[in-house]
């Protein structure tokens, strides 16, 4: 767990939210999500299942992100990185299916192990947490640009480049609060926060990426 004083910049406050500004910014997740799921019935990349994973996962990360900073306990960090490893592990189990054109679907299989081994891993050592997540996201331009040599995908890249972009932006954000470099405790928005939102809104642009029918 991160107590008692590696819980990023916001103060640890006494009561059922500990943490208000980053308790509150994780539910932008929810809010992207709760979009995903009024666009499912729109012609779509992934298959119903995916789609309706990806929505899922998107909502899961809000929802745990938010008991996470709300109570600070070892569970809550778990549930949170566990939901973000929801998200990129479909990323990354729908590429590689893709480099399997003509043959059965092994997406499910191939979802609910990555995210079992790496559920273990987040248990057993906590600290493989942001290794592991980094891990995932590589494997994914990995497999990404693969497809692409090999002429299996040709979707325009502007979304990706988008998700891509905020994601770093975001990552640089979350290191500047997480070191204190820009921090003011007490402040009503915090860096954590800010990372949220950009975290919610590359999750969006992965989702348009993915599910988009046209350019």
């Given amino acids: 767990t991160c107590m008692p004083d590696s819980c990023f910049c916001e103060a640890v406050r006494e009561g059922v939210i500990r ?5 509150w910014s994780s539910l932008a997740f929810c809010v992207v999500a709760l979009v995903m799921f009024a666009e499912l019935g729109r012609p779509s990349r992934l298959s119903k299942l995916e789609a309706v994973l990806f929505a899922t996962s998107a909502f899961l990360v809000g929802v745990t992100s938010a008991f996470y900073h709300a109570s600070l306990t070892f569970l809550g960090q778990s549930l949170d990185v566990q939901s973000m490893y929801l998200v990129v592990a479909l990323a990354l189990a729908v590429n590689l299916d893709s480099l399997r054109p003509g043959k059965p679907k092994w997406f499910l299989p191939m979802y609910l192990g990555f995210n079992v081994v790496l559920g273990v891993l987040l248990v057993l050592v906590p600290e493989f947490r942001r290794y592991g997540f980094a891990g ?12 692409r040599r090999r002429g299996l995908r040709d979707w325009p890249l502007q979304p990706l480049f988008v998700a891509i972009a905020l994601q770093a932006v975001a990552f640089v954000i979350w290191n500047l609060d997480r070191a204190h470099l820009v921090c003011d405790p007490t402040f009503p928005i915090q860096g954590h926060a800010v990372w ?4 919610a809104l590359a999750a969006y642009a992965l989702w348009r990426y993915f ?3 046209s350019p």
């Fill in 196 to 199: 949220h939102t950009l975290g």
């Fill in 211 to 213: 599910r988009k029918s």
């Fill in 136 to 147: 995932v996201i590589a494997a994914v331009v990995a497999t990404e640009v693969l497809l």
């Fill in 19 to 23: 943490q208000p500004s980053n308790t």
